[in-house]
C-alpha cells in the first residue's frame, strides 16, 4: 500500500513540473492537476494540503537534483568543471520538467522570487571562486563571468531550447577555456 501511496505521490509531483514547466505557476491549478496526474482531488488532498504546498514539494525536488547536478559537475578535475556544469545543466533544462519548474519557483512553492535560480547561481559561483583562486584575472572575475554565462543560457533557453544543447555549452567553453586556465590572459 505504501508503494502505490507513493506512486500516487510522485504522480502529483510530476503533474504540477509538468504544467509548470514549459507553462505558468496559475497552470497547477488543483483541476489541472488532478487530471494531468490522473488522481482524484482526495487523493490530492490526502498526499498534500493545498496545490501550494504540492509546489513547494515541486521545487525540493528540483533543489536536490540541481545541487546534486553541480556536485558532480565540479567533483574532479577543476580545469573542465564549468564545461561539465553547463553542459549537464543544458541538458538538465532541456529533459528534465521538474528542473525547469524548479527554476521558476520560490521555495515556497510560490511564484515569488525563483529561488532555486538564485540558489544554483550562487554555487556556481562559489565552486569556480574556489577553483580559480591562483588564476589571473581574479577568481572574483571569473567567477561573475560562469554566473553569467549560466544564467543567460538559462534565460534564453526558454525563448528558443536549443540554448540548453551540449554544442551552446561546448563551444562558449570553448571561448571562455583561456580565461580559467592556469596560464591565463594577464590584465592590465
Not at 138 to 150: G, S
Request: proline share 4%; glycine share 8%.
Amino acid at each position: 500500500m505504501q508503494k502505490r501511496s507513493e506512486q500516487t505521490r510522485q504522480a502529483l509531483i510530476r503533474a504540477t513540473a509538468e504544467l509548470i514547466a514549459d507553462g505558468q505557476l496559475s497552470d497547477a491549478g488543483l483541476v489541472n492537476i488532478c487530471r494531468a496526474a490522473g488522481v482524484s482531488r482526495g487523493a490530492l488532498y490526502h498526499h498534500f494540503p493545498s496545490t501550494a504546498s504540492l509546489a513547494a514539494a515541486v521545487y525540493e525536488q528540483a533543489h536536490d537534483r540541481v545541487v546534486t547536478l553541480t556536485d558532480d559537475a565540479f567533483e574532479g578535475s577543476s580545469a573542465d568543471a564549468l564545461e561539465r556544469f553547463l553542459v549537464t545543466l543544458g541538458e538538465a533544462l532541456r529533459t528534465e520538467e521538474i528542473v525547469r519548474a524548479g527554476m521558476r519557483l520560490a521555495v515556497d512553492g510560490s511564484a515569488g522570487p525563483p529561488q532555486l535560480r538564485h540558489d544554483l547561481l550562487t554555487m556556481v559561483h562559489q565552486r569556480v571562486s574556489d577553483a580559480c583562486q591562483e588564476i589571473v584575472p581574479p577568481a572574483q572575475d571569473l567567477a561573475d563571468l560562469a554566473v553569467v554565462v549560466a544564467a543567460g543560457l538559462e534565460s534564453l533557453g526558454r525563448t528558443g531550447t536549443e540554448w540548453w544543447g551540449s554544442g551552446t555549452a561546448h563551444r562558449l567553453w570553448g571561448l571562455l577555456r583561456p580565461l580559467y586556465q592556469q596560464d591565463g590572459p594577464e590584465r592590465n
